[in-house]
């Protein structure tokens, strides 16, 4: 035989062999689902910085993530140092761009610990839930995303002590079987709970309720990337055990309702959050919806100020918001950004007088530890994340969520990608991603020189509105002086209640 020939054998046993070992091993789910391909993938990531600096594309370019921004989550969900060479590489004069103020005389952070005192929802019910990360897992449901996905969302939640939204395709085995703490959303579609003919059923609402993972019920009236129009999952991704779950039929796309058809305005809003309430036992409930303009919310916060059967929290999602399959003329074009809808809805509660009887969530496009901090600082006190933790998952932002052919096993539900996934080695990525958004937070708040993520405030920040120009976000964010004088919850002075 030609030396060539022994080449080739020893080149095939080591490719057999190779191939045989990635499908096996379980810490990288490209490599285990695609092993050669995938192999080939991670070769050209690590040819791609020296190739994008001079033919290709800057760490800035892509959308809706860039890569810097996924580079950040991808090390912070393995634990890694998420520190930063030779200086920034944004253009820190481009207009648009926030900025903190650094306190000249910073909080002494020698010794300290991320603890903080618990941001609790609902302080006066029968069952408040205290929160102990400012940050926590967004709405994402089993269907849109494998129950590999799901089971390693519940584990990491449960690993780091924060709360999973279940999202509105309703409580699957897989969120319960994680262990973590659990958000309840009910949709349109009441997945969960719902009757064959598709209403709500309250029986099955407060059966499903008395399991004590379930901390929070959101009631979901809109989503971000499509607000006005109900949740789609595609017959590609509805499986005979999805079909079981949400009592949908197999082989068409499920379409939710575009609202709820108990609620027709603010009091009947109100009336059946008061409900689900009573029927939960007594846990908080609040509600999810994109802010189109200010007439919703001033009424809303005027409600609050005058009842105590409101809301217990408001989660605001911005247009920017993300879904596994959106139209493009709701996606683009629909709805207000987080930034301007956080200072809406806190000016208004703040207005009414109503800001200390309700906790508001931001949802949209959040997944760095600066970003959270600058929406605590517009007015959330809690921060929704879903994308950033489908990084830590593994997520290559291939686009294709509304596929079914998701080569991660993440937005999936093809059997073959989803064993890629391990939910074991993938939980510990989860809970090192929520405690580093954590740990960031807490880092920025010390530089302002305050002890509490909730103490951050617009008078913390500036915005870049023309190169060498900033101009405080008080000036361009301005409240009134009723509204100044309200000030946020003090969380801690709440601790007692929980």
């Not at 820190?92 to 610990?113: E, R």
């Not at 449901?141 to 309703?170: F, P, R, V």
């Not at 407060?206 to 006005?228: F, H, M, R, V, Y």
């Not at 064993?419 to 954590?438: C, E």
Request: net charge neutral; with cysteine.
């Amino acid at each position: 035989m030609p030396w060539w020939g022994w080449v080739l054998i020893v080149i095939g046993a080591y490719i057999v062999l190779t191939t045989l070992f990635d499908i096996l091993q379980t810490r990288r789910t490209i490599v285990r689902n695609f092993p050669i391909v995938g192999r080939l993938r991670y070769l050209f990531e690590s040819l791609g910085p020296p190739l994008r600096q001079y033919i290709v594309t800057s760490d800035l370019i892509e959308r809706p993530f860039n890569r810097l921004q996924r580079t950040w989550a991808y090390r912070a969900a393995k634990g890694e140092l998420n520190a930063m060479p030779f200086g920034t590489q944004l253009d820190l004069d481009a207009p648009g761009i926030i900025k903190f103020n650094p306190s000249a005389f910073p909080t002494y952070d020698v010794g300290a610990s991320d603890e903080i005192a618990p941001i609790v929802l609902g302080p006066n019910r029968a069952q408040p839930y205290p929160v102990r990360h400012v940050a926590n897992i967004s709405g994402m449901s089993y269907g849109a995303l494998s129950k590999n996905a799901i089971l390693a969302l519940s584990q990491g939640a449960k690993l780091a002590g924060g709360y999973l939204n279940t999202g509105e395709g309703g409580c699957s085995p897989y969120h319960f079987q994680g262990g973590g703490d659990l958000m309840f959303q009910l949709g349109p579609a009441k997945f969960g709970c719902r009757t064959p003919d598709g209403k709500f059923d309250p029986d099955k609402f407060a059966k499903l309720c008395e399991n004590p993972q379930i901390k929070a019920i959101e009631l979901k009236l809109s989503q971000g990337a499509k607000p006005g129009k109900g949740g789609v999952l595609p017959k590609e991704k509805i499986t005979r055990e999805i079909s079981e779950i949400r009592g949908v039929p197999l082989g068409v796309d499920c379409h939710s309702p575009n609202r709820h058809a108990e609620v027709n305005d603010i009091d009947s809003l109100m009336e059946y959050i008061d409900r689900l309430r009573t029927l939960s036992g007594g846990k908080p409930v609040g509600f999810k919806a994109v802010l189109g303009g200010e007439e919703f919310i001033r009424d809303v916060a005027r409600y609050i100020a005058e009842h105590d059967d409101g809301p217990d929290f408001i989660t605001i999602d911005g247009a920017e918001g993300g879904t596994g399959a959106a139209p493009m003329s709701l996606a683009d074009h629909m709805g207000i950004s987080l930034q301007e809808a956080l200072v809406i809805t806190d000016n208004h509660l703040r207005e009414a007088g109503a800001r200390n009887k309700v906790l508001v969530i931001g949802s949209g496009r959040c997944i760095t530890g600066a970003e959270v901090a600058i929406a605590l600082g517009l007015g959330a006190d809690l921060v929704h994340i879903a994308r950033g933790f489908m990084f830590a998952l593994g997520c290559i932002q291939a686009l294709q969520c509304d596929t079914n052919h998701c080569p991660t096993g993440v937005a999936t539900n093809n059997p073959w990608l989803v064993r890629g996934l391990v939910p074991g080695q993938k939980s510990q990525r989860v809970a090192n991603y929520l405690s580093a958004i954590h740990h960031d937070v807490m880092m920025i708040a010390r530089a302002l020189g305050v002890t509490h993520p909730n103490e951050i405030e617009r008078h913390h920040m500036s915005m870049i509105v023309e190169p060498g120009r900033r101009v405080a976000l008080t000036e361009i964010y301005p409240t009134t002086m009723k509204a100044f004088h309200e000030t946020r919850v003090i969380r801690r002075d709440k601790v007692g209640a929980a």
